[in-house]
């Protein structure tokens, strides 16, 4: 399977605990993105990667929350001292273009006790 | 900043019926609008985009879109709906102008009744 790839799938971890997602893109897609989303709701841009650059990144991305791209290919989200209030699935979505449509992965489901 | 507004929560139709989900949009400059699907336990998959050109998109599945310049609509269309269409849908708004910063619906949950 060449999509994107995202893990853990599950994550269920204690408040106050740091927890960290992976997201494997389609190879050839040079820009990565991380949404949020939450029962009931659309998915919630997080931040945007073209190649190992951070360029953009919401205001819902709390200093709590860090991203790397370090080698333009393979993306790191990372959350420290976790909160009840961000249990929600991560999405991680890549493109190979501005117009063109993103490529999601199956979500890495959080669940802060 | 862009926005998308799905305003029915729910959708029912029977099966070989035409089926329409609703879509409006805000948007500062020339929209870029996506249609997904996202099926339990599955990721969100693409459906259609509309860019520019014919205002009626076609999609996989054989689903269509239509884009509405004076109606800011983007509704998403079928014309003969199969239960396996039962899904969550959401469209998604991104500023032409170059903004990476794509806004989603809600989502509208379709549900076909054999």
């Known amino acids: 399977d060449t999509g994107v790839s995202q893990d853990p799938r599950h994550k269920i971890t204690k408040r106050g605990q740091n927890v960290t997602f992976r997201c494997d893109p389609i190879s050839e897609h040079n820009r990565l993105y991380w949404y949020r989303q939450t029962l009931g709701q659309g998915p919630e841009f997080l931040t945007y990667?073209?190649?190992?650059?951070?360029?953009?990144k919401s205001r819902l991305l709390s200093d709590r929350f860090s991203a790397e791209r370090p080698k333009g290919s393979f993306s790191t989200l990372e959350i420290q001292r976790t909160e009840q209030g961000d249990s929600a699935m991560y999405l991680c979505?890549?493109?190979?273009?501005?117009?063109?449509?993103?490529?999601f992965g199956p979500g890495t489901r959080l669940t802060v006790l | 900043a862009q926005s998308v507004a799905q305003p029915e929560d729910q959708v029912n139709v029977a099966e070989g019926n035409p089926l329409t989900v609703k879509c409006t949009y805000s948007?500062?400059?020339?929209?870029?609008l996506f249609w997904y699907v996202q099926y339990p336990n599955r990721g969100l998959q693409f459906l259609l985009k509309?860019?520019?050109?014919?205002?009626l998109v076609k999609g996989s599945y054989g689903f269509e879109a239509e884009f509405n310049k004076s109606q800011t609509s983007f509704h998403l269309k079928k014309p003969s709906a199969l239960v396996s269409d039962s899904a969550l849908y959401f469209c998604a708004v991104r500023d032409g102008r170059g903004n990476n910063d794509m806004r989603f619906g809600a989502g509208t949950r379709l549900t076909v009744k054999p």
């Open positions: 979505a890549s493109s190979s273009g501005l117009v063109n449509e993103q490529f």
């Open positions: 509309y860019i520019t050109g014919d205002n």
């Open positions: 990667f073209q190649n190992e650059a951070q360029l953009e």
């Open positions: 948007v500062s400059g020339n929209p870029y």
